[in-house]
C-alpha cells in the first residue's frame, strides 16, 4: 500500500512538472521581417551603384544586426528587439547613397562644340542654329543625375553629335566666282562708250541680281546652280 501511494505521489509530480514546462512554453519569435531586411541589406552592400562610404556604414549596421540571438521566445520585448534589428538595417539602406553619373564624355563632347566659330565655313542661319541647338541641350541636361539616370547624358551626347552632323550639312557654298564677276560689272562705269539709258538699265539689273541672291545659302547642288545662275544673268 506504501509502495502504491509513493508511485503514484512520483508520478503525480512528475506531471506537475511536465504541466509547467508546457506553460513555460514560448513559440520562438517572428524574424521574418528581420530576414527579409538582412537579406536586403546584404544584396545592397554588393550593388556597385552606391557609393563605398555608404556601404560602410551598412556593413556596418549588418554587423550589428547579425549579433542578434536568434532563439528568442515570442514576447513583446523581444518583438520589439527583433524589430528594431530589422529598422536599423531598413534604415541603413535607405540612407545608401547612388554615384554620380559620369558627365566626362559629355562635357568634353560640349565644349569641343561649343568653341567653334564661324569664320565663313558655315551659313550664319545653320550656325546660329547649331549655337541655340546645343545650348538647349546643355540646359535641358541636369547637372546632379545619378549613375541610374546614365542614360540621360548618352542622349545628350548622341543630340550633340546630331547637332555637329547638322552643321556639317550647312557648309556655306563658294560665292567667289560671283563676287568677282559682281565686282566687275559694279566697277564699269560710262565713259561714254554707252546710252545713259542702257548704262541705267544694266546698273540696275546687276543691283537687282545682286540683292536678290541669298548670300546666305549652303552648299548644296541646287545652291551652286542659283549662284551659278545669277553670274550666267
Request: charged fraction near 30%; avoid cysteine.
Amino acid at each position: 500500500q506504501d509502495l502504491f501511494v509513493a508511485r503514484q505521489r512520483e508520478i503525480d509530480a512528475t506531471a506537475t512538472a511536465l504541466k509547467a514546462a508546457i506553460d513555460d512554453l514560448k513559440e520562438k519569435a517572428d524574424y521574418s521581417a528581420y530576414n527579409t531586411a538582412l537579406q536586403s541589406a546584404k544584396e545592397k552592400l554588393n550593388d556597385q551603384n552606391y557609393t563605398d562610404e555608404s556601404k560602410m556604414i551598412l556593413s556596418g549596421a549588418i554587423t550589428d544586426a547579425e549579433k542578434l540571438n536568434l532563439d528568442l521566445a515570442d514576447t513583446e520585448e523581444n518583438r520589439k528587439t527583433i524589430t528594431d534589428a530589422a529598422t536599423a538595417l531598413n534604415n541603413a539602406i535607405d540612407d545608401l547613397v547612388l554615384k554620380d553619373a559620369d558627365y566626362s564624355e559629355y562635357t568634353n563632347k560640349y565644349n569641343e562644340l561649343n568653341s567653334i566659330t564661324n569664320d565663313g565655313t558655315y551659313t550664319n542661319s545653320g550656325f546660329n542654329a547649331f549655337k541655340e541647338e546645343i545650348q538647349k541641350i546643355d540646359t535641358d541636361l541636369s547637372d546632379n543625375l545619378t549613375i541610374l539616370e546614365q542614360s540621360e547624358i548618352d542622349e545628350a551626347v548622341a543630340k550633340l553629335d546630331a547637332a555637329k552632323t547638322t552643321l556639317e550639312a550647312n557648309k556655306k557654298a563658294n560665292y567667289e566666282s560671283y563676287n568677282a564677276k559682281f565686282k566687275e560689272l559694279n566697277s564699269f562705269t560710262n565713259d561714254g562708250s554707252y546710252s545713259e539709258s542702257a548704262f541705267n538699265t544694266f546698273k540696275t539689273e546687276i543691283a537687282r541680281i545682286d540683292s536678290s541672291l541669298n548670300k546666305d545659302l549652303a552648299d548644296t547642288e541646287a545652291n551652286r546652280k542659283t549662284i551659278e545662275d545669277a553670274i550666267t544673268a
